[in-house]
């Protein structure tokens, strides 16, 4: 019998999501062609926002498997997942206004708990997660984070109640001022308090400028906001938790960081070296507190890492910082389909299925862990 | 007998390039205090510059580790290193004029090599890297790139008829523009056809809205630049050249990377997957050439890796990456020292001695080639 496969990252747009952006003329949006050969356009990135590209070829093309769960079903199927947690795609409800901000989150947290109960009807109602059953979901759900933070705390708070929700997405905006913002201190101690995972995931990348000259982001299409300034914003984003002191006052936070946490195992020794070199913190004789616990033990006690990272190098390092107990399979879906449709099956995850493989080398426990027990352990999944 | 130990990542500011930087008012430049018992500041990142620090805390304070060559050797007897590759301190004279350009490279590469000739005096002719020798020196050149290509050609030349120089050392601006700038060919052309090794180093790190709202940069000191920020100019500075063919066009460059590649190692994989997945290129239906080698063909074959990344999972990943024969021990020396005096042992080099002994565990030969066998290979060191 091959291994339980849960993907713990898997984005999905429900269609009132999508119908709010189509009535959007501003980034985050929805375009539909006049002409109706043409595929809407999806343009949330500000850089595709271009308006030296007409926008019939502006942003990226939408097909149903943004919104269509029965084509995510179908995904699991041709990849072997048997379980996914779904979670809204990019870029989580930050641009709604403020007042309207519960609302949406209420119900695309509903709609999610609904589509997770309908799909799995089918499943055996004692082991959701048997690998006889057909394939089953769970959800991570949306924050309302333009509202102020007692609305985010009751929304973490209601999803508890939810069946079929597990944890919560969010990006690196925080209240809109990062992730390092003292206002978001009720926020962790409610995500502490329910003992409700935190997946960060990134959305803006880096400026333009950080790419160099004007037109250099553009140059190479998608190539550096997507491969480099994705992964630099969560480095980032969960840096500032540290350098703040967000692990210190909640020591339990659990933290699940995209993309086997942007550069996070990398860049951690460069990170715990500056910290201990530092002169405006307290240890180096300043006088701004600084963290206290070192990052090697946020990274083992409060980080988990998609295994979402295309390669074994990026791997050895993820393991190597957090563990194989910490790791977790997914996919990225419906991002990096295949260009050519006569492929079935996903290069974007084949290559990290090969690269887990390739990592572990004859670790048959510790592949088995990364592709489906851990998440199943870490999210309660059943 | 101990293994031989050569530091390919240590820096200096020769007397004359200080002088220089103390008749500069603008960043790069060295503030000299009125108060003689308060110590110079360099000020060289442009978020150090700010007017609501008074002067005589701006920046960093500089001591004689910056530009006394016997403070150097001191260091190196302090921490077992027998040879030091010397290269100029950034940022490698990209303020310079241009008509003044060649004159400063010329004089600080003659300053370099004759520093080398007089401390190599007391080594063994025949060997100068005996383990019984004092200290020897080696230098990598700086080149005059606000000059036009030829000047720097040139220099490149040139530098092959200096006894002690060994390939030269770049920041990521190039001519002005980034390394992706076609002007850059004649240079290449020149740094592969002499063979010289290309040191590329970081210098200008992120724009401050990288990070986040105003002032989150200095919150933290500089933590965030340095930590993050230099790593992510060297990953985007070398992407941007293999994006642009530079590593087609020259298929025998050598390039050893700062910081054990930035994040390269680590981010490798979304990066190939990101180009595989780009629709602008030709390979996905564009119109755009795209890179024809793979991203890992150039890590084993072009890519050297500095094993300065202070923790075993950046060094997993960058074995994993380009190969312990291609991973070469550096200090980054004067930066990083003590915050304490009595401390003799510099912390940022001891965490990178143990790292490199945690990353290979029990293979000894692999040890001994990052500490200084794969160096004094490479470099031809002799």
Not at 243 to 265: E, I, M, N, Q
């Amino acid at each position: 019998m091959p291994p339980l496969i849960v993907d713990v990252h898997t984005h999905v747009y429900p269609p009132a999501y999508m119908q709010m952006l189509r009535e959007r003329k501003a980034v985050p949006y929805v375009h539909d062609p006049a002409n109706k050969d043409e595929v809407p356009r999806l343009i949330i990135l500000s850089s595709d926002n271009d308006p030296s590209i007409p926008l019939d070829q502006r942003g990226r093309p939408v097909d149903a498997s943004y919104w269509n769960i029965d084509v995510k079903l179908s995904f699991m199927r041709q990849h072997g997942i048997n379980c996914s947690v779904i979670s809204l795609a990019n870029p989580w409800l930050d641009f709604v206004e403020p007042q309207e901000a519960q609302t949406w989150a209420g119900k695309i947290n509903d709609d999610l708990d609904a589509t997770c109960a309908r799909v799995n009807q089918a499943a055996d109602p004692e082991n959701k997660l048997a690998l006889d059953q057909k394939e089953t979901l769970f959800a991570m759900g949306a924050l309302p984070l333009s509202a102020p933070a007692d609305v985010v705390v009751n929304e973490i708070r209601r999803l508890k109640t939810l069946p079929h929700l597990r944890g919560v997405i969010m990006g690196t905006s925080g209240l809109g001022k990062g992730l390092d913002d003292a206002r978001l201190d009720p926020v962790w101690e409610a995500l502490q308090e329910t003992d409700s995972l935190m997946f960060l995931h990134p959305h803006y990348g880096l400026p333009d400028e950080a790419f160099g000259a004007p037109g250099v982001t553009n140059r190479y299409g998608h190539v550096l906001p997507l491969a480099l300034g994705f992964p630099l914003e969560t480095t980032i984003a969960v840096t500032r938790m540290l350098l703040s002191g967000v692990f210190d006052r909640f020591p339990k936070l659990k933290v699940l960081l995209a993309h086997s946490g942007g550069t996070l195992p990398f860049l951690a020794g460069r990170i715990e070296s500056c910290i201990l070199h530092e002169r405006k913190f307290i240890s180096g004789g300043g006088d701004v507190p600084g963290p206290q616990r070192s990052i090697w033990e946020v990274l083992k006690e409060n980080i988990y890492l998609d295994a979402v990272v295309y390669g074994k190098a990026g791997l050895k390092a993820a393991v190597t910082a957090s563990g194989s107990d910490r790791l977790l399979f997914g996919t990225d879906h419906p991002f990096f389909p295949p260009l050519s449709e006569e492929e079935k099956d996903w290069p974007s995850v084949t290559t990290n299925y090969k690269a887990i493989h390739a990592a572990f080398d004859t670790e048959a426990e510790a592949v088995a862990d990364v592709l489906g027990r851990n998440a199943a352990r870490i999210l309660n999944l059943k």
